[in-house]
């Protein structure tokens, strides 16, 4: 850990030279630099104010010197420049370097903040996506902003008609189906103007899902074209969807000492509240990726809707008993951990995962 010491007001340009670690707060047209020296002394801050200026002053840089940024717009953009001519680069958290920041928040204290965050051996620098990568995840983002506007206009047709004495049962199939006779049904206790208005909102509602079955068949053209989503559906509960969002992520196996770690990083492992030789452990700490952890979820309560009582595989045996012993919810969380496990291993060993009959799931490396 260095030691960061007071800032020097009077820091000039030429101090620029002696640095080996630049942070930078990004925005759109202004920049704020901060370096520091191999002892962690702050030598230079400059304020940039243009992008032209910033990508001038990024090319005559040094090859040796890291850069360190906060995730935000513009991050991945900046850190292939920078990889392509040469440069380190480090992505952190904006959530965790925030924890960092002393003083008021500005541009100058987040620079700041940035450079002390880089020395907390806890926090994981985010990935340096590719091109093709952050394509792939403007299709999920894009897919999960009309899952959400389609969540909330069912929601809000539910609350606007149970107004007026009508309730629905939950599901798609009871907005698709019973909505629609209750506009043409005259009988209903509906007014005229609510009638046309939840007319327009049914619309939207329709348009919403066949944007998302759009992109989800691109996720699934997608899937099936990528040798690494191949393999990684071969685990159960791992479709397409979740496979695409595994690979966009570009987590690299090798920075997790084992497979608990890499489920660890997408929350799904309990939170510890222990104090000397009594451990304690809670619910799933839920850090990390959110809708990634909720698709690895989703798939895990797939394969518990399709198991069957009867079943003898041994796989399918040891899901009945957990949900026998910690109920539909916890077996979810606890098939996720697993699969997520599994899918270290396969990335970290390029194997797919083969079920074979009497053994349960067995991974086998890949041909």
Same mark, same amino acid.
């Given at each position: 850990m260095k030691n960061h010491s007071s800032i020097d007001q009077s820091l000039s340009s030429s101090d620029l030279s002696v640095c080996t670690t630049l942070a930078v707060d990004l925005a759109k047209q202004v920049f704020q630099v901060a370096g520091e020296d191999v002892l962690g002394q702050v030598r230079y801050e400059q304020r940039i104010k243009s992008r032209e200026?910033?990508?001038?002053?990024?090319?005559?840089?040094?090859?040796?010197?890291?850069?360190?940024?906060?995730?935000?717009?513009?991050? +991945?953009?900046?850190?292939? +420049?920078?990889?392509?001519?040469?440069?380190?680069?480090?992505?952190?958290?904006?959530?965790?370097?925030?924890?960092?920041?002393?003083?008021?928040?500005?541009d100058r204290n987040d620079a700041l903040a940035i450079l002390r965050a880089d020395r907390d051996e806890k926090i994981c620098a985010v990935p340096v996506?590719?091109?093709?990568?952050?394509?792939?995840?403007?299709?999920?983002?894009?897919?999960?902003?009309?899952?959400?506007?389609?969540t909330a206009v069912s929601n809000q047709m539910r609350g606007l008609l149970l107004e007026h004495g009508?309730?629905?049962? +939950?599901?798609?199939?009871?907005?698709?189906?019973?909505?629609?006779?209750?506009?043409?049904?005259?009988?209903?206790?509906?007014?005229?103007?609510?009638?046309?208005?939840?007319?327009?909102?049914?619309?939207?509602?329709?348009?919403?899902?066949?944007?998302?079955?759009?992109?989800?068949?691109?996720?699934?053209?997608a899937a099936n074209a990528d040798m690494t989503a191949k393999r990684l559906m071969t685990v159960r509960g791992i479709g397409p969807v979740t496979a695409t969002a595994l690979v966009a992520k570009e987590t690299k196996p090798e920075r997790f000492p084992n497979a608990r770690k890499f489920a660890a990083y997408f929350g799904m492992v309990p939170d510890q509240h222990s104090s000397g030789n009594t451990v304690r452990l809670g619910d799933m700490t839920k850090r990390g990726d959110v809708y990634l952890r909720s698709l690895m979820i989703q798939g895990a309560h797939a394969v518990l809707q399709q198991l069957r009582p009867d079943s003898q595989q041994p796989d399918d045996r040891r899901l009945l008993r957990w949900m026998s012993r910690l109920g539909r919810k916890e077996a979810a969380i606890r098939l996720a951990n697993r699969n997520l496990r599994i899918v270290w291993v396969l990335l970290q060993n390029d194997q797919t995962y083969r079920r074979h009959a009497g053994d349960g799931q067995q991974a086998t490396m890949s041909h």
């Open positions: 200026a910033f990508y001038e002053f990024l090319q005559q840089l040094p090859p040796h010197v890291v850069v360190l940024m906060e995730t935000g717009p513009g991050a +991945q953009a900046w850190a292939r +420049q920078l990889q392509d001519q040469g440069n380190p680069v480090r992505i952190l958290p904006a959530g965790l370097v925030a924890t960092h920041r002393s003083g008021p928040k500005n996506k590719s091109v093709a990568a952050l394509a792939m995840q403007a299709l999920h983002r894009t897919r999960q902003g009309y899952v959400r506007r389609r009508v309730a629905l049962a +939950q599901g798609d199939v009871a907005i698709s189906q019973k909505i629609p006779r209750v506009l043409e049904d005259a009988t209903q206790p509906v007014p005229g103007l609510l009638r046309e208005l939840i007319d327009e909102l049914l619309a939207e509602w329709r348009h919403l899902g066949e944007r998302i079955s759009v992109l989800t068949g691109r996720l699934e053209v």
